[in-house]
């Protein structure tokens, strides 16, 4: 680990399954990234309104404050948030509910349909400004 090399670019992972956001964090990590993780929904959005992170993957279901209300509270803030903010749940959502949270959010991903090395090529993506693309499979 010592010898990775920071990209610069901040990601909060806010996932209350310790053992997900384990993966997540390491191979963002191995990858450049500077991960922070948190649990619940309520310190995730206090972290998220900081404005310091580039990117923020968010599962829905959390403590304290469902990640549907934490990305409906960041995205009415009367200022921009810089943080490109993608959904990752295994939750089956209605079409209604889908249709919205993609609305608000810059990315929905199953957790159950990729890889964390998929995950990375994701987030390098986005990273560098570009639309995900649907092959992650390499």
């Known amino acids: 680990m ?51 992170y580039d990117i923020i993957l968010l599962d829905l279901m959390i403590p304290g404050m469902t990640g549907f209300e934490v990305l409906r509270q960041l995205r009415s803030r009367p200022d921009k948030l810089k943080a490109k903010i993608l959904i990752t749940t295994n939750l089956d959502q209605t079409e209604d509910s889908k249709d919205e949270l993609e609305s608000m959010a810059d990315g929905y991903l199953i957790k159950a349909e990729f890889t964390p090395r998929q995950l990375v090529n994701i987030i390098n993506d986005i990273a560098a400004g570009n639309q995900p693309s649907d092959n992650y499979n390499n």
């Open 2 to 52: 010592d010898n990775v090399k920071l990209n610069g670019k901040k990601i909060l992972c806010i996932e209350d399954e310790s053992f997900i956001s384990e993966l997540y964090a390491r191979a963002l990590r191995r990858a450049g990234y500077d991960v922070t993780t948190l649990i619940s929904g309520i310190d995730g959005l206090r972290a998220a309104q900081s404005n310091e």
